[in-house]
């Protein structure tokens, strides 16, 4: 490493992360810059290996977990910081060295907001998420194309994964169609693309769903109306153990799901909800709540009261998204108070 590149006694360095090239600023406790340098993915490490323990920013990004807790490894206190919150310490042109400059600056602000530093197995189990939400999206789109196919050929299909399923064999059977031999072992063959789909998709939610019988605080959060083990393990995955949120709604407006508020001279105004955040997350608690709506006995649970006033005075699609924001907030005190379930109690003992 060169002289230049030694580390010097900075209060905050702000890291650009590259694919193989990193830029480091570090600040001094004024805030001025004190030491600019370049490095490759090796050397950065050794870099912050000698360096004294000290704030080390960065943005999120694909790779910065993984920095993160190498570096965290060395006894430095690891910031990372939303790429959209770094972007106002920007001045004027950017270059790499700008940028990781205004990624220390925004660091050492008081009121910056970070983003938590994961386990590998909160990566992991985020990843399955990932994948599977691709494979459902990649099943929906072959079956769609499909559907589109047979009407092009005079044949209306039901719509539904489930019922197109059942009625496609049948449809390739009966000679009496307009099918043509072509389009009938073209659509042969993308129907098997959908079965090995199917199969790729049951095994990974099997692991999901074996990871969330063998986790406490997945088991707890089942609990939970609306919330099975996809949503139990998609909460652990983003959120931990949900420490990092002050108090239950800000871990709700973190997912998106509280009113985005744009107020001024003395007058609140409050728009629809800001869907900021993790929107598969979200996807999963308001695809659940919309299924409490129809299905949870009200009589016997303490949210049927509350649901019966708030969809007298509201429509039910904004029902479903309250109930959405209601079940974060519960989910965030099971996740940081060790064995709390969801009580089911009736409306009178509530």
Not at 147 to 155: D, K, M, T
Request: charged share 25%.
């Amino acid at each position: 490493m060169a002289e230049r590149n030694k580390p010097k006694e900075a209060a905050v360095f702000g890291v650009d992360i590259g694919k193989n090239v990193f830029h480091v600023v570090g600040i001094d406790a004024s805030g001025a810059p004190i030491q600019r340098a370049s490095f490759r993915r090796d050397t950065l490490l050794q870099f912050f290996e000698r360096a004294k323990p000290t704030v080390v920013g960065m943005e999120a990004c694909p790779g910065s977990q993984w920095l993160a807790r190498k570096i965290m490894a060395f006894g430095h206190r690891v910031r990372i910081v939303p790429a959209r919150f770094v972007k106002p310490y920007v001045k004027s042109n950017k270059n790499d060295i700008i940028d990781a400059e205004a990624i220390a600056e925004a660091v050492s602000r008081p009121t910056m907001r970070f983003v938590e530093v994961r386990s590998p197995e909160q990566i992991d189990l985020q990843a399955l998420h990932r994948v599977r939400d691709r494979m459902v999206a990649q099943r929906t789109r072959l079956v769609c194309q499909m559907r589109a196919f047979c009407l092009e050929y005079g044949i209306a299909m039901h719509q539904g994964v489930g019922r197109f399923k059942a009625d496609l064999p049948k449809v390739l059977a009966n000679e009496e169609n307009d099918l043509t031999p072509a389009m009938r072992r073209l659509l042969a063959s993308l129907f098997e693309d959908v079965r090995q789909l199917e199969a790729r998709i049951s095994e990974i939610s099997r692991e999901i769903e074996a990871t969330a019988a063998a986790d406490d605080t997945a088991r707890r959060l089942m609990t939970i109306p609306g919330i099975g083990p996809l949503a139990a393990t998609a909460l652990l995955a983003a959120a931990g153990k949900g420490a990092q949120f002050k108090k239950a709604r800000d871990m709700a407006a973190w997912l998106g799901l509280t009113p985005r508020e744009h107020s001024t001279g003395g007058k609140t105004t409050l728009l629809g909800i800001s869907k900021r955040g993790n929107a598969y997350l979200r996807r999963l608690l308001i695809h659940g709540s919309r299924s409490c709506l129809l299905h949870l006995d009200r009589s016997r649970d303490r949210l049927g009261g509350w649901l019966e006033r708030l969809q007298s005075r509201m429509h039910n699609n904004k029902a479903v998204v309250a109930l959405a924001a209601k079940v974060a907030r519960i989910a965030w005190v099971i996740m940081t108070t060790p064995g709390a379930t969801y009580e089911k109690r009736g409306p009178a003992a509530a």
